[in-house]
Structure formats: C-alpha cells, structure tokens
C-alpha cells in the first residue's frame, strides 16, 4: 500500500482538532458520546504507541502500580492492566472516565478516577511507572503536568511521555487538516497549545523532563499508522468524529458539504483499493525518577 502524501502545510493547520476554550461542563469532549467517538476513531493510533510505551518501559507486570495521565479512551491503562499492573486511569473528562471504569470493570485493582493532571490528588512517589501520552503536551500548565507526573512516580520508576512530532497530530485529523486548507486557503487557524508546539522537539522534551527531575532519558520517534477504509466510507466512518473537530463543527451545511468533498479528494489519492492508510509520527520519552 502506497504511503499517503500530506500536504506540508496541513502541519500549521493543527488547531482544527484541539478543543476550544470552554468550561468542563459545557465542552462537548467531556460527553460520553464522545468518549465513544474517540475509542472508535483514535484508539487505533494511540493504541500502538501505548504497547511501544509498555515495552520500553519495563516491568509492566503483576502488582505493579501504573498511573495513566490523561487516559482518554483506556489505549494503555487497558492493556496494562491485562499484564497484570494495578492501573489507575485519570481523565478530566467526565465521558471518558465512565468509558474507563466500563473497560477497567474486569480487573479488581484497577480504576478509573475525575482528575486533573495538572493538579494530582495523590500522594508522592506512589507509582511504579506514569505515562501521559497526549496528555501533558495539550495542558494549559504543561511544565506542571510533567512536575506533577515526576512527584507520584516513586524514586528509581519510570515516567513515559508521548508526543505528536507536528500538528495537528495523526490519521483523519492531518486529513481535516489538508482538506480544511484546500477550501479555506486564507483561513488562519488558531495556534495549537504552547507545549503541543514546545514538547514535540525531541531535545525539548528531554531537556524538559531533566527539569522535572527525571534522569537517564531516553527519547525516540516513532511511526504510527491509521487504516480505515477509503471512499465515502471513510466520511461514513468518521463522520461522528469531524463533528467533534473545533472549526468542522463551526461550519454551515454547504460549507461542511464542501469540507467532505475536499477530504474525498485527499483520500483518494492516498487509497491502495479499498484502504487508506496514514502515517504520521511521535515522540516517546522515558525517564527515571531521581
């Protein structure tokens, strides 16, 4: 299968995913119905980042104490609690975290709680092993984030955080993001998060984890891949999706009729027969509490 070509530009389009400013309460990312969306759409890439974040972390095993920052959908703290860890899963989103305690329910010493991970309720050095994979990078506070992280993870574990290498990340949102551009040529999109931006250096991340008293880091990107299939079944599949993308969802009917052809176009010249597959790449840090 051919490897897609995406527009550079659709690099500088990456707020077209990331969530505007509202209140917890009212964003539509803390529904349900997103979570929803979200394991069905998005699981598929941050799922293999979270088996390679397992692997070179180590030691993932029975009665180990895992923290999952920003769980989203469950793509590790799942997994981690099926090699036997005892996983503690945080969202500050209501909607995920009731996905996550559907998905935790099979494992006794795993659980899924509101939290903020700017702000963790827990005490220090009370994990074996942490992992914010895109979580601290889209914080307002993201230098606390990583502070916050490194104080629960126990002297001598292990801190694990992933990154997108460019906005807007990867699969259908560098799609949107080219298809947007294509319609809207003079658009200028809003920026994405300062630590989106900053922590998608490698060198930066690593300099960034040493501040939070991390040590012997190691830092690596990788390749991830999103298939589905091409056609108007891809608008079919990911149409729920786009609703959630901030400038798709501000679109009037035409507009969006517009959109969903552009991203045809785009689609069809990536397409191998019925399947489309995108690539895209992020960044994953490892450190060791000091």
């Not at 941050?46 to 920052?69: F, N, P, S, Y």
């Not at 920003?70 to 945080?90: D, F, Q, S």
């Not at 906005?167 to 003079?186: E, I, K, N």
Request: overall charge negative; aromatic content about 6%.
């Amino acid at each position: 299968m051919q490897d897609p070509k995406i527009s550079a530009n659709s690099s500088i389009d990456g707020a077209t995913w990331i969530p505007e400013s509202k209140s917890a309460v009212t964003h539509p990312h803390m529904t349900d119905d997103f979570a929803r969306v979200y394991e069905m759409t998005a699981n598929r890439n941050t799922g293999q980042i979270a088996a390679l974040a397992l692997d070179r972390v180590g030691g993932i095993q029975w009665g180990t104490h895992v923290l999952d920052i920003a769980a989203g959908a469950g793509a590790l703290g799942v997994p981690a609690a099926l090699r036997g860890a005892a996983v503690l899963a945080i969202d500050n989103a209501p909607g995920m975290v009731n996905l996550l305690e559907k998905r935790l329910a099979p494992f006794p010493s795993s659980e899924a709680r509101l939290m903020d991970g700017q702000q963790l309720a827990l005490k220090d050095d009370s994990f074996d092993a942490t992992f914010s994979l895109f979580g601290a990078s889209i914080f307002p506070d993201w230098r606390r984030g990583l502070a916050e992280q490194a104080r629960v993870t126990r002297r001598g574990g292990k801190a694990c955080v992933a990154t997108w290498r460019k906005p807007p990340g990867g699969g259908p949102f560098m799609v949107m993001a080219q298809a947007l551009r294509s319609v809207f040529p003079d658009m200028r999109p809003p920026s994405p998060p300062e630590g989106f931006l900053l922590l998608s250096e490698p060198d930066r991340l690593a300099k960034e984890m040493a501040h939070a008293h991390l040590s012997a880091i190691d830092v690596e990107e990788i390749e991830t891949v999103w298939e589905g299939p091409a056609g108007h079944a891809y608008l079919d599949e990911l149409r729920d999706l786009h609703s959630y993308m901030g400038v798709y969802a501000q679109l009037d009917s035409d507009q969006r009729r517009r959109v969903d052809a552009a991203i045809l176009e785009v689609i069809d010249g990536l397409a191998s027969g019925n399947t489309v597959i995108l690539r895209a790449t992020a960044v994953l840090a490892v450190g060791t509490k000091r």
